[in-house]
């Protein structure tokens, strides 16, 4: 009886810790909603109070911008299936996908890196006007996100082959980890539309 | 002691690998929907449509892009109540922080000037 109470206490007490984790998590993604609602809100206004300052649509390109979407979308596609492997308990599978997420997430830094060199060449930068300042302020910001998540997937990779990583503990951190990754994906979704699209109608 | 009756465990129909395989038809399917969308946006921009109509699809298909990776990928369809209450209110605040501020610079008799001074 002791073994069984034991048993059920531990069970219950891994289950709501896994729960706070979790709920944490959401938590901090909805304070980062804001937080990134208001830097996009920023930039929308500022283009509304001064449309003529500038005109984006000579400078950016759309094919680059749809190709980084789709890479960062597909990235997330693939962390589901990590997330599911882990549940599953298969190790091998879940370092496969994490690794192309890993591999999608630098493709994604490598697009916005060549998208900024180009933008700072033809002289928007920070201080050219008010677009320069939102625009980098807002997708750095996002870019900085992407790179805390490659980071953090990179240390869970090489967490996985220590032999700690069991699939049963595990697998609400490797949740965790992928809730972060799909939010730093919808973000870009807004920024896509409301930011690159929009000035193109 | 010995008279304690436990309640059985509900048996799911389901195995847990299979609810797993189900999962990953379903992450194939709009993984696959998800790459389209963003397509047929990056096609939508050149057509000679009106530009409220093209506003209103891109919008919409936005949303709709949002609203799935929300529901699918980060499973908040299969989890808890509070987690969604948890996330929506950030996601609330947030809309309505853009809402209001659009709407404030919306209105003719707001002096801009006085705004953007600082």
Redesign the interface.
């Known amino acids: ?1 002791s073994d069984t109470a034991t048993a059920h206490h531990d069970d219950g007490h891994l289950s709501l810790n896994n ?1 706070n984790k ?2 944490l998590m ?2 901090f ?6 937080f ?3 830097l ?2 920023t930039h ?2 500022y283009r ?2 001064y449309p003529e300052s500038f005109d984006p649509t000579s400078l950016f390109s ?2 680059l911008t ?1 190709f980084s ?2 890479i960062l ?2 990235s ?2 693939l ?3 990590a ?2 492997a882990m ?2 308990g298969e190790l091998k599978s879940f370092r496969r996908n994490v690794l192309g997420v890993i591999f999608f997430g630098l493709i994604f830094l490598g697009c916005q890196v060549y998208e900024f060199a180009h933008f700072v060449h033809e002289g928007l930068t920070l201080s050219t006007n008010t677009f320069g300042s939102t625009f980098y302020m807002m997708t750095g910001t996002h870019g900085v996100h992407v790179a805390i998540g490659v980071f953090w997937l990179i240390c869970m990779y090489f967490y996985s082959h220590t032999g700690k990583m069991d699939a049963h503990e595990s697998a609400v951190d490797v ?1 965790i980890a ?2 972060y990754w ?2 730093v ?2 973000v870009w ?2 920024i ?3 930011v690159y ?2 000035e ?2 | 002691m010995s008279d304690v009756h436990y309640a059985p465990l509900p048996v799911s129909t389901k195995s847990h690998k299979d609810s797993e395989t189900d999962k990953y038809h379903t992450f194939v399917n709009l993984a696959l929907c998800l790459a389209a969308i963003t397509g047929v946006e990056l096609v939508l921009v050149y057509l000679p449509f009106n530009a409220t109509f093209i506003f209103t699809v891109l919008l919409t298909l936005s949303l709709f892009k949002f609203v799935a990776v929300i529901a699918w990928f980060m499973h908040l369809l299969y989890d808890k109540l509070l987690l969604t209450l948890a996330f929506g209110t950030g996601m609330a605040i947030a809309t309505g922080t853009f809402v209001a501020l659009g709407s404030l610079i919306s209105r003719s008799n707001v002096d801009l000037d006085a705004i953007t001074a600082f």
């Open positions: 009886m729960d979790k709920l959401w938590l993604l909805g304070s980062d909603c804001m990134f609602g208001t996009i809100s929308l206004i509304k109070i759309l094919e749809s979407t789709f979308l597909m997330s596609f962390m589901a299936l997330v599911s549940h599953k949740e992928g809730l799909h939010f994906d919808i979704i807004v896509f539309t409301a699209l929009i193109f109608i």
